[in-house]
């Protein structure tokens, strides 16, 4: 029998757009959220934004499509690259949930065309668990990647998340969304989701965004990957390279020398600390 591409315990079946099955197993430790966001009954489906998903398993398509319609997103679907780049340019969606092994043309290709028409959130899909497919996808600027199989509930729970941090003007903690963060030459101002560097405005995917934003707000303190997964991501689980690979990244666009930073370094046996200078305190 062939492996079924989610995370089902045993005598559980998907929910399909045909029927209900027994729900899936959803990998969260007692006291993590379990379910799935609910629609705001309102406003009806499609009130949460459009979400394209990109997969050439109909069945993989089919689930994740009923399981992201029950929670209030309007769901566009396409089995190949060329019909995802068709639909993406016709109907521009809010996020993309991206299989990489696609047929005649991979995920990675599809997305750095995508990406020629602007910014968009992606969640990649991927039936491998190697370590250099999942450090490549996030390299290309995904917001996260799922390994297959998985929870369809969790997968909804990661596009609210991304969905949510996305959109200009995100509420931040504390009623500070328009103040601006001062420090080594960058100036960013979370509700605006701007920054610019001496000047220059950066280009920073979401997650390099919140990342810095959160260092920010706490210079001179070390955060472990685990408590920059929690609050960055709000997530409690998770591959931790996910952490690694996106302070790299962001290495790369702030420091003069990503070889040797200044701004944020590691600190072995914990994590990565901001260190600001005397005058760079926040604002």
């Avoid at 290495?251 to 901001?274: H, M, N, Q």
Wanted: glycine share 12%; charged share 25%.
């Amino acid at each position: 029998m062939q492996n079924s591409p989610f995370d089902l315990t045993p005598g559980q079946a998907p929910h399909t757009a045909h029927g209900v099955g027994a729900c899936p197993g959803n990998p969260v430790r007692p006291g993590d959220p379990a379910r799935e966001p609910a629609p705001d009954p309102a406003h009806g489906s499609g009130s949460r934004g459009r979400v394209l998903v990109v997969d050439d398993d109909p069945t993989v398509a089919e689930v994740l499509a009923g399981y992201l319609d029950r929670a209030g997103y309007d769901v566009e679907r396409a089995g190949d690259g060329p019909g995802a780049l068709e639909r993406f340019a016709v109907n521009r969606p809010d996020l993309v949930v991206l299989d990489l092994m696609l047929p005649g043309m991979n995920g990675f290709e599809v997305y750095r065309r995508m990406r020629t028409y602007g910014p968009v959130p992606v969640i990649m899909l991927t039936a491998r668990g190697d370590e250099e497919d999942r450090v490549l996808g996030l390299e290309t600027g995904a917001d996260d990647y799922v390994t297959k199989p998985f929870s369809p509930r969790e997968l909804v729970l990661r596009v609210a998340s991304v969905m949510r941090r996305s959109r200009p003007g995100a509420p931040e903690q504390g009623g500070a969304a328009m103040r601006t963060l001062t420090g080594a030459g960058l100036s960013l101002v979370p509700g605006a989701r701007s920054v610019t560097l001496d000047g220059r405005v950066l280009a920073l995917t979401l997650r390099e965004f919140d990342l810095l934003s959160f260092f920010l707000r706490h210079p001179g303190r070390a955060f472990a990957r685990e408590e920059l997964m929690r609050e960055v991501w709000g997530w409690d689980f998770g591959d931790l390279s996910t952490v690694t690979v996106h302070v790299r990244r962001l290495r790369g666009k702030i420091e003069a020398d990503p070889a040797d930073p200044r701004l944020i370094r590691t600190v072995w046996g914990v994590g990565y600390r901001c260190d600001l200078p005397d005058d760079g305190e926040p604002s």
